[in-house]
């Protein structure tokens, strides 16, 4: 980044639908979230990437305003949270990540709802409801209770209902956590729909191949923002050389890896291991096929792109002690 | 504003409309509880299990048993031998009342300076006592020449009941404890139930504001509480012949602030709750006092002084004062000023700490 990209960046906070400093919350004894400064553009998905409990929930909870943070500042579309909250309500928009849309009403009925709490005329309302309804494919729906949708269609549902008054800002908590592969590609594909037309979107997940969807990624854990930064971008810069190898004895391939102090973490996918190395080592995969000759295990070696995954592994501290050092 | 009300009430609605057992719940508690006090609930005790000691076996005490046993309140079991039998019966509960002739029975019938039989009370069974007290006031039978004659230094005449039925006594404060009891339990869980399913956090994220929620909650339950009070009184007036002397327009006004002040109740109740079952049980730890303090039972102005401090807490309390006023006695609303007023100003404050608890926020 330039000089003037930079300075044009830190003056025009408008260009940032999300600025939070020092952001923390702590329930009792457990710093929930932990110090996350967090830069999000607008009109871009960006993800929250992190095992159950890294702070994404809580996160989110703070950012629209149902939660208080314990330190820290938040900006959400240039006004402070939580003060302007209720202000804030129209301009955004937010999927629980457990269903909370009512299982004994009907679609039409909860879209009804949503609609009148958030203020739409009866000519807007009847506008939206179909326009969504159209959007998420809801039309066959319409009588049916939610109690009985599919995880797939309650999903759609219940993003039909967030988007319902045309939110600025879209917050989604693992919206695609109980949900079948087919359809979570049409959520993304509606999600890049309304990114189009101007929507910012925030989307936390469990799942790899999402967050390598998103414009920007930070990933959290144990509260802390480890790794921030897009996609490609974090694979690229990761701070470790990755060797994949193939042996017909695993376990003994691994053994052998596992004693090298140059290895930082193997993991195992069916017949091959995946091995992420210190990156300051020259020839990371001679390396590996030495240590594995030296142990007299047949195996068969190759460098590798690093996968979002490893970015984990890699911001995570290697699966060890988690690291309480911010990387990338 | 009045959509976002309007928008809560369609809901609620057609969530109740949905919810066969509650649904069954509003006509079937009512109906039920009044059938149940109606018929079980009976101050006019009668056929109390009594058994007599007779160590005289004299004509005229025979004729003294006789006479009790007559007035209906006893019905005589089979006779003791002595007065540790009738004592050892007592306390196995298989008589509430011991009659005990002494063997010198005539010669303190023929005097007057001491009692002449004892009457043993359970005192364990309540009404009993009071009953059984009356008993003593039977004549002694062939004694009419010596006995002196006594006239009453009062009589009694019981305005508004003259029949003295419990019914009448009864059913329009069961108006209020049946109402009391439905209303508290409906609102505390309905907003538990939201918190419980996971729709509250999705509710606080939209601009509804609290008050819009909690009225938009209450005012269906209004309806259907008045309701239930017209079912309590159909039922009353036809089945116990409970009289309507006041106005029906003053009844129902009593009944719909009584009504709001129950429903705010519960909403404070589920403001603290975290679960249904934390709301029921909370529900029912306002109901007992209710219905022991309010005068439902007791008389108020018999009760110690820091009961009826409690039962002036209580909207109970004054509603079983204005609705026994307004059905019974005839008087109009503008009568009832006072209780009136205090449960507009338990209204009041209830709403304020049930708004004020509710925060739009999860911590």
């Known amino acids: 980044m330039t000089a003037a990209a930079l300075r044009s960046a830190a003056t ?7 600025s939070a400093r020092g952001l923390t919350r702590v329930f009792g004894a457990v710093r929930a979230v932990d110090g996350i400064d967090l830069d999000i553009p607008r009109a871009r998905i960006y993800g929250f990437l ?73 000519a807007r309302k009847r506008e939206r409801i179909a326009a969504v309804a159209t959007e998420f494919d809801l039309e066959q729906l319409f009588r049916q209770r939610a109690g009985t949708l599919s995880g797939g269609q309650r999903q759609r549902l219940a993003l039909g209902a967030a988007t319902l008054h045309e939110p600025e800002l879209l917050l989604l908590d693992e919206p695609t956590s109980a949900v079948d592969p087919q359809s979570r590609r049409d959520f993304w594909e509606s999600l ?71 290895v930082r973490s193997v993991a195992q996918l069916g017949m091959r291991l995946h091995v992420l190395l210190d990156p300051t080592l020259a020839e990371p995969r001679e390396r590996v096929l030495r240590r594995l000759a030296d142990a007299a295990v047949a195996a068969q070696a190759v460098s590798v792109r690093a996968s979002l995954e490893d970015v984990f592994v890699a911001a995570t501290g290697f699966g060890r002690a988690n690291s309480s050092r911010p990387q990338g | 504003m009045l959509s976002r009300i309007l928008a809560i009430i369609t809901k609620e609605v057609r969530q109740l409309a949905r919810d066969r057992l509650t649904f069954g719940m509003i006509l079937g508690i009512p109906l039920m509880q009044i059938l149940l006090f109606g018929f079980a609930i009976n101050f006019d005790v009668r056929d109390l299990r009594a058994a007599v000691v007779d160590d005289a076996r004299t004509t005229h005490s025979r004729a003294l048993v006789a006479a009790m046993e007559a007035t209906g309140v006893i019905e005589l079991a089979a006779p003791s031998p002595d007065l540790p039998h009738l004592q050892r019966r007592m306390q196995r509960g298989e008589v509430s009342i011991g009659i005990v002739i002494p063997a010198d029975f005539e010669r303190r019938r023929l005097g007057n300076d001491r009692a002449v039989v004892q009457l043993l009370i359970d005192g364990a069974e309540p009404m009993v006592d009071a009953v059984a007290r009356g008993l003593a006031a039977v004549p002694m039978p062939g004694r009419a020449g ?20 419990t019914a009448v006594q009864v059913v329009p404060a069961l108006i209020g404890v049946i109402l009391n009891m439905t209303m508290v339990i409906f609102t505390a869980a309905a907003i538990v139930r939201e918190r419980e399913r996971g729709n509250l956090e999705l509710l606080i994220a939209t601009p509804i504001r609290s008050w819009e929620l909690m009225a938009g909650k209450l005012l269906p339950y209004v309806f259907i509480g008045l309701v239930q009070t017209t ?19 003053d009844l129902y006004l009593a009944a719909a602030l009584f009504i709001a002040a129950t429903l705010t109740l519960g909403l404070v109740i589920s403001t603290f709750a975290r679960t249904q079952f934390q709301a029921f049980q909370m529900s029912f730890l306002t109901l007992l006092p209710s219905i022991l303090l309010s005068g439902f039972v007791f008389p108020f102005d018999g009760m110690p002084r820091l009961a009826q401090w409690i039962a002036q807490l209580l909207p109970l309390t004054h509603f079983v004062e204005m609705i026994r006023g307004i059905l019974l006695r ?34």
Request: proline fraction near 5%; include cysteine; hydrophobic fraction near 45%.
């Open chain 2, 146 to 165: 010596s006995y002196p004659l006594r006239v009453p230094v009062f009589e009694v005449r019981t305005e508004y009941n003259p029949e003295r039925r």
């Open chain 1, 50 to 122: 992190g095992p159950n409990g890294s702070g994404k929930s809580t996160t989110i909870r703070i950012l629209c305003g149902l939660l208080r943070p314990t330190a820290g500042t938040v900006d959400v579309l240039g006004h402070a949270m939580p003060r302007d909250a209720e202000r804030m309500r129209t301009r955004l928009g937010y999927m629980t990540q457990k269903f909370s849309l009512w299982d004994d009403l009907t679609v039409r009925e909860n879209l009804e709802f949503m609609a009148q709490v958030f203020g739409l005329g009866a």
């Open chain 2, 231 to 249: 079912l309590i009184l159909t039922v009353g007036a036809r089945i116990f012949d409970v009289p309507i002397n006041g106005s029906l327009l």
């Open chain 1, 12 to 18: 025009s906070q408008g260009d940032y639908a999300i």
């Open chain 2, 330 to 363: 005839g008087a109009p609303l503008a009568a009832m000023q006072v209780p009136a007023l205090k449960l507009g100003v338990f209204l009041i404050i209830a709403l304020a700490i049930a708004t004020l608890r509710f925060h739009k926020r999860l911590d």
């Open chain 1, 192 to 262: 890049f729909a309304l990114v189009t037309r101007g929507v910012t979107i925030l989307v936390s997940t469990h799942y790899m191949d999402e967050a390598e969807r998103c414009h920007g990624l930070a990933i959290l854990a144990s509260g802390k923002v480890v790794a921030q930064g897009e996609p490609q971008q974090l694979m690229s810069d990761i701070p470790a050389s990755v060797v994949e190898v193939e042996a017909a004895d695993t376990a003994a391939a691994r053994q052998a890896l596992l004693v090298d102090p140059g």
